[in-house]
Structures are given as structure tokens and as C-alpha cells.
């Protein structure tokens, strides 16, 4: 098949932000025929194929993905392994089967165990999302100029690859490739880390016995360092196990930076603490300014 010809049907297994994104991305640029749901509640997929976000669906994994070429299954990373099992039995010979999920390396086990070193699976994770969950909050444009991490395995298809890199291409996405154990690092630095200190902090300081007062008083700032504390809890606690090595030694690094940091407070030695802010405020330009087009 030519990567360029339209995916005849598409089976989108949890249509939330990803998968609902996904689905109206495709849609909108005319890559796709036909859309079916497949998920665990009746009423969730129900009101996607209302918002026009899927054809039709099917509470019967295998019959979701019954004549798919293309399976993205976009559930929380807990649930993976019991939807390839559910979607095992449905799979045509040729169908290609991707996924969303926030760490790989435990995909990867989940996938290899359901369906031993198959050619047609292409692991995946697009760098995109918002704090909020549910088809309600997905929209078109969410992968546009993001970055999408394919992490293929050696037994991996080219052509497999090349169809999945193209469905996040027609997307608006940029694709990059690595390997999951190097995704897992780079990831549990920049993404999990920061979510998990973040659900830290606003869950401390609501134990404050002044925490009303806090948060009546917090300000922009931390509006804006607590936002990501507003994401799903399931899928940040499924997130936070899945890759547990690779964020134990971020965490680790980071704590001791972080006792570093206090040391300097306490000690009151505010030339150091310059030092680091300059630092620290120079990288995030840095950062920032390679975001903006
Ligand atoms: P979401 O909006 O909560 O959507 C998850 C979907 O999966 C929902 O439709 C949910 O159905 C369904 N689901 C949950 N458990 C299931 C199960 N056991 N069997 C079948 N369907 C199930 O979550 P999301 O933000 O799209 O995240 C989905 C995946 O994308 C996760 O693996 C996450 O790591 C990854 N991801 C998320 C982001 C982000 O920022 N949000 C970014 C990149 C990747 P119900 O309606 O019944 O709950």
C-alpha cells in the first residue's frame, strides 16, 4: 500500500483528548473513511459519535478493530495490556496497531506479551495535551507544530513505520525517532517530573492549616506552575508506574539539587542564589524561544 492513500478504516480504542484529537485531526484532513470508537463506557462514546468525532462504536474491543487497516488505542497506560488482549482476537492480518501512551518502555512489555515480536506495531507518543480529559475537550488542532516520538522496535515493519509516521504527519506534527528506553529518560525529566512536583506541592500546601488563605492569595505564578496539578489523576498515577526508573532517578538528581537550593536559603548567601536563578532564567529563554515559530 502507498503510505499516501487514505486509511479506509480507523479504530480509535479510548476516544478522550488523544484519541478524540487524533480522530478530528484525521478527519479534518481527509485522510480517513471511516471512524470507530472502541472504549469501556457507553455514554462517553456515545457522545463522540454526537460530536462527529467518530462514525460509530462498538463496546466489543474485537469488534471495534474488525476490518481496521489502522488501531491507535489512546487508554491510560494501566489499562494497555488488557486492550491489546481485548483487540488480539479482532485484528486482521495486515491491520497496524500504534499507541499514544506517555512512557514506552512499559508499552512495549504490554504489547510484546499480547502479541509477541509482531512487525505491525509501532509504538507512540505525541508531545501534546492540555490538563483537561474526555472527548468534550478534544480538538483538531492539538498536534499541530508538536512533536510526535515513534519509538520502533527491531522487529518493527518499515512500511508499518512509514504509514504510522504519515498519520501523525497529516496531523501537522513533526515526527522524531528514538528508542523507548531513551524516550522514558528524556520524558521523566521534562514531563514527569514536573507533573509529579506540581500535584506535590498544591497537595502540601492544602494541608497547610492556612492553606484557604494561600490559595486565596496565590497569584498568577502559581496558577501558572500549578496548572499541569489539574491533569487526570488516573492517567498521571499510571504514568508515574509506568516509568518508575527513569522518574526515581530524576527524582533523585532533583533532589539533591533541591537541597542545594534550600541550603543557599538558609544560609542566606543571596549571590548564589542569583547565580542560579540567572541560570535557570537564561535556559528557559532559551527553551522558549526555540518553541516560537
Ligand atoms: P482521556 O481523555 O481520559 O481518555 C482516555 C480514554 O480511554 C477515555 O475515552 C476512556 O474512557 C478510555 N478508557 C479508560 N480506561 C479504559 C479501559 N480500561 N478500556 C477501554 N477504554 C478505556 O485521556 P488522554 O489524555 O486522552 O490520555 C490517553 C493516553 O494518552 C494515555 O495513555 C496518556 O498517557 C497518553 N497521553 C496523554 C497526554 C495528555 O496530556 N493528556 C499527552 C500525550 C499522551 P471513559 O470515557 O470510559 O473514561
Redesign the pocket.
Same mark, same amino acid.
Given at each position: 500500500m502507498r503510505p499516501s492513500a487514505a486509511i479506509e478504516q480507523l479504530a480509535i +480504542?479510548?476516544?478522550?483528548? +488523544?484519541?478524540?484529537?487524533l480522530a478530528r485531526a484525521l478527519r479534518n484532513a481527509g485522510v480517513v473513511k471511516t471512524i470507530v470508537g472502541?472504549?469501556?463506557?457507553e455514554?462517553?462514546?456515545a457522545r463522540?459519535r454526537e460530536l462527529g468525532v467518530i462514525d460509530r462504536y462498538e463496546l466489543d474491543?474485537a469488534a471495534a478493530v474488525s476490518g481496521a487497516d489502522m488501531v491507535v #488505542?489512546?487508554? &491510560?497506560?494501566?489499562?494497555?495490556r488488557? #486492550?491489546f488482549e *481485548?483487540i488480539a482476537p479482532g485484528l486482521r492480518d495486515a491491520a497496524i496497531v500504534t @499507541?499514544?501512551?506517555? *512512557?514506552k518502555g512499559s #508499552?512495549v512489555e504490554d504489547a510484546r506479551a499480547v502479541f509477541g515480536e509482531w512487525p505491525n506495531f509501532v509504538p507512540g507518543? &505525541? +508531545?501534546?495535551?492540555?490538563?483537561?480529559?474526555?472527548?468534550e475537550?478534544?480538538f483538531s488542532e492539538l498536534f499541530q507544530r508538536r512533536r510526535v516520538i515513534l519509538t520502533p522496535l527491531p522487529e518493527t515493519a518499515t512500511a508499518a513505520l512509514q504509514r504510522v509516521r504519515w498519520l501523525w504527519q497529516a496531523t501537522g506534527a513533526e515526527v522524531v525517532e528514538m528508542s523507548a528506553a531513551h524516550h522514558d529518560e528524556v520524558l521523566a525529566a521534562t514531563s514527569h517530573l514536573p507533573h509529579l512536583l506540581a500535584y506535590g506541592l498544591v497537595e502540601s500546601l492544602s494541608r497547610w492549616d492556612s492553606s484557604q488563605e494561600i490559595f486565596q492569595f496565590a497569584a498568577g505564578g502559581f496558577r501558572d506552575f500549578t496548572r499541569i496539578a489539574s491533569? @487526570?489523576p488516573?492517567?498521571w498515577r @499510571? +504514568?508515574c508506574l509506568a516509568n518508575r526508573e527513569a522518574l526515581s532517578a530524576a527524582l533523585d538528581r532533583y533532589t539533591e539539587d533541591l537541597a542545594r537550593l534550600a541550603a543557599l536559603v538558609r544560609s542566606g548567601d543571596g549571590q548564589a542564589l542569583e547565580q542560579v536563578f540567572q541560570h535557570a532564567k537564561q535556559a528557559r529563554d532559551r527553551f522558549v524561544a526555540m518553541l516560537e515559530p
Open positions: +480504542i479510548g476516544v478522550g483528548l +488523544i484519541g478524540g484529537s472502541g472504549g469501556r463506557s455514554a462517553s462514546l463522540a474491543l #488505542v489512546g487508554v &491510560p497506560l494501566g489499562a494497555m488488557s #486492550v *481485548a @499507541d499514544v501512551g506517555s *512512557a #508499552v507518543h &505525541p +508531545i501534546a495535551g492540555t490538563e483537561r480529559s474526555g472527548v475537550a478534544s491533569s @487526570d488516573v492517567m @499510571d +504514568i
